[in-house]
């Protein structure tokens, strides 16, 4: 080119090095030229991040074990809330179905929808303590029977023991319906089926409806022979727990018969949260409904004089003979004392009269329990 003087411009020589362009490939050998994967490069973002490399296969097992281990929720929300990739992979099927009951132990006070829909998320994985505590919660919290109901059929049907046995003591109670509603044998069978998964409650429970003749034919020695499995059930902990040369905090004498104080045994979440929701409410479980007086159960009354009540004191009621029998070892034992019974009996005459409970006396209890009256 020349200026306007026509003077030429002089040659500028401009040497360009040449540019190479090297294909990244990953650990199974396929190129990947995005500009996202060359940001990670060495030396643009320093040391290479491995865990996108992972495959999704080994992530997966890895969720699965950590779900199925989980000591609290907050375990597995965690890994959940760290990046979008692992939250994809926590949400699959192969890890809900796995996630064992402490893991999914929600809190009373932390109830909220996305706890619902995380719970009907892991139940339609096919988890069980999944349709078994959101079945509970449904048909005792919510009141919500038949959806309840039919969670914790779901989860009977696979042989969850306390789904079997939860779904006996509505039927021994007749639980969500009238006193008609009652069926004592189905409720016999399916804490014979429970019994058979080693249950213990639901051993218990078989034992003194074998002893009573409530709901199957009387039959003493075989009653007896359940309660001997179920007080040996619960030697096994105490085996491991009196290492100790003295009894800890939390004991109590739940095989004093034998000369053992065990610990208390350990509640389900399912029946934690029960308690927890209507030791909350003001009102409990509604007006003129109790709870059962275990503390481990947190079962409450759906209908007005439901639940059997101590006879002798007639201040503690319970919605099973199983639970009766625990809570008389552990604290009712030493506090039942004969209180105003006329008061609580001429109570029981009236609501029959107005025909909301029937009354029967209940036959003396193996080892030492006290009596229970039908309200």
Partial sequence: MRTRRRICY??????CEKLTVKRRRGFAGEPTNSWKRSKSAPEIAGDRDLFDELPDDLVLSVLCKLSSTASCPADFI???ITCKRLKALSLQSIVLSTASKKMLAVKANNWCESADRFLKLCSDSGNLEALYTLGMIRFYCLRNRGTGASLMAKAAIKSHAPA?????VIQFNGSGGSKTDKNLQAGVALCARAAFLGHVD????????????YGVRRNISEGRRFLVQANARELGPWLVWSARAHHGPGACSLLSDFGCDVP???AHPANRFLSEW??????GPGPGLRMCSHTGCGRPETRSHEF?????CGSVNYCSRACQALDWKMRHKAECAPLDVERWVDEDE?????????FHGVGDVEDGDDVMAES
């Fill in 350 to 358: 009236e609501h029959e009269l107005n025909g909301n409970g029937d």
């Fill in 78 to 80: 965690n890994a959940l």
């Fill in 202 to 213: 639901a051993l218990r429970e078989l034992g003194h409806c074998l002893q009573d003749g």
């Fill in 264 to 266: 208390a045994p350990e």
């Fill in 308 to 312: 059997r009540r101590c006879s002798v």
């Fill in 10 to 15: 002089p040659k500028v020589e401009m040497c």
């Fill in 164 to 168: 079997l046995y939860s779904l006996a």
């Fill in 278 to 283: 209507f030791s909350g409410r003001t009102c």
